[in-house]
């Protein structure tokens, strides 16, 4: 009922910048929180940030807290996440997800929907 599209991941400089998008089309009705999630190679996946559509309130981990930066634009129902300062422990296959539930939302279970990813590498 609900398509997620990400798209923005490349190779980057440690130092560096990237801007990853998220649209979602279909039944989104129910959806009222969005999320980023990371997954490195042998580990679990981490939640990243997330967003509410209404009011725009946002959750970020400790981990990349003022160096990344999520937004949505209600009219394209597309999420973004603006990453900078990047690190090598950026990098990983990133994801954006859908939740039903309304305010902190950093558990994977309570996500409805999840794109394929797109991949972020930062070489250091």
């Known amino acids: 009922q609900v398509q997620l599209v990400e798209s923005g991941g490349g190779l980057v400089q440690a130092g560096g910048s990237l801007r990853l998008s998220c649209v979602a089309s279909?039944?989104?009705?129910?959806?009222?929180?969005m999320g980023w999630f990371r997954q490195a190679p042998g580990k679990e996946r981490e939640f990243v940030a997330h967003?509410?559509?209404?009011?725009?309130?946002?959750y970020y981990a400790d981990s990349v807290k003022a160096r990344f930066t999520i937004a949505r634009d209600n009219a394209k129902n597309t999420v973004y996440l603006q990453m900078s300062s990047l690190k090598p422990e950026d990098t990983a296959l990133y994801y954006c997800a859908s939740s039903s539930v309304r305010g902190v939302v950093k558990t994977t279970s309570l996500y409805d929907y999840w794109g394929q990813g797109t991949q972020v590498t930062v070489s250091s």
């Open positions: 967003i509410t559509w209404t009011f725009g309130s946002t």
């Open positions: 279909g039944r989104t009705f129910r959806s009222n929180t």
